[in-house]
């Protein structure tokens, strides 16, 4: 049975990411008549297409966007097989690719980054921020290894690793006439009061069921695009919205007159690593969770 070499898979997913034959092969140092070669001799060995061509676009089949998940995962064992080969099985050492959601990394990162390099000085950690149905997707793609998140999430097909709880707070000007944040009641907030971030942000949808938000109307409809642009609205006294604890002695909100209060051991969401079941690397996965735990 003929089988894909590892350099037609790594042709292909070059492919996959620039959607162009001129720019993968330059990624792949190649010319660009040898590399659309491999890509046929992949066609061809698999037996179906992988590609739809035309004068200017390239185009990933189903099937071909299907072969790809399972080329990344397999490019990976052998990266690692490597390694091991090497006598880099020591652990956290080597590539990591993380994801974080970015209600998380501007507050635990800068912190957690500097003690990482100097306690695991070989670990190659490489960061992706996006949002968490995002991270998700490309981790069961095989694109990242481990996931930094907010839980609760549906998943399905991974592990998790809860490592703290992040307790919600009120966040408001301080001289807002809005709520007394002393005696803060959720029943005694106007319509529309309440600011959040947009849809697709777990932070909206933890916020709303930690600080247990059942009115609608008094949500503004309107979502913020990123957690500094919520923190400039507050700022500027046109709502309240609920920050996580974490957040209090960041930089959002230094040179602001938003401060936060205590809403109550109640409302939180879990912090937690989240990798694909079966992973091989689980073991280093918990010791990178308690070096995240440990190090609050």
Not at 71 to 88: K, M, P, Q
Not at 150 to 165: D, H, I, N, R
Not at 166 to 185: G, Q, S
Not at 208 to 218: H, I
Request: hydrophobic letters at 40%.
């Amino acid at each position: 049975m003929r089988v894909p070499t590892l350099k037609q898979l790594q042709y292909f997913l070059a492919l996959t990411e620039t959607e162009h034959f001129g720019r993968a092969a330059d990624q792949c140092f190649v010319s660009q008549s040898a590399f659309s070669n491999a890509i046929q001799e992949l066609e061809a060995s698999l037996g179906t297409q992988l590609v739809d061509r035309t004068n200017r676009n390239v185009t990933i089949t189903a099937t071909g966007q299907e072969v790809a998940v399972q080329a990344r995962l397999v490019i990976r064992d052998v990266e690692s097989l490597v390694e091991i080969a090497r006598g880099r099985n020591a652990p956290l050492t080597g590539q990591l690719r993380l994801g974080v959601i970015p209600t998380i990394a501007p507050f635990m990162l800068p912190g957690a980054l500097p003690r990482l390099r100097k306690t695991y000085p070989h670990l190659e950690l490489l960061l992706a921020e996006d949002q968490s149905d995002r991270i998700y997707r490309r981790l069961m793609d095989g694109e990242l290894d481990l996931l930094l998140m907010a839980l609760p999430w549906q998943m399905q097909g991974v592990e998790e690793m809860p490592l703290f709880k992040d307790e919600f707070c009120l966040a408001c000007r301080d001289d807002t006439k809005r709520v007394d944040p002393e005696n803060y009641r959720y029943n005694r907030l106007d319509a529309d009061s309440i600011l959040l971030l947009e849809d697709g942000h777990c932070l909206r949808e933890h916020a709303l069921a930690a600080c247990r938000v059942r009115d609608t109307e008094k949500v503004r409809r309107f979502g913020a695009s990123s957690l500094l642009t919520l923190v400039e609205m507050v700022d500027a006294d046109l709502g309240i919205t609920f920050l996580p604890e974490m957040a209090r002695e960041s930089a959002l909100l230094r040179n602001t007159s938003v401060r936060l209060w205590p809403l109550g051991e109640r409302s939180f969401r879990t912090i937690g690593l989240v990798w694909r079941k079966g992973s091989r690397r689980v073991d280093e996965f918990k010791l990178l969770g308690e070096f995240l735990r440990n190090g609050r």
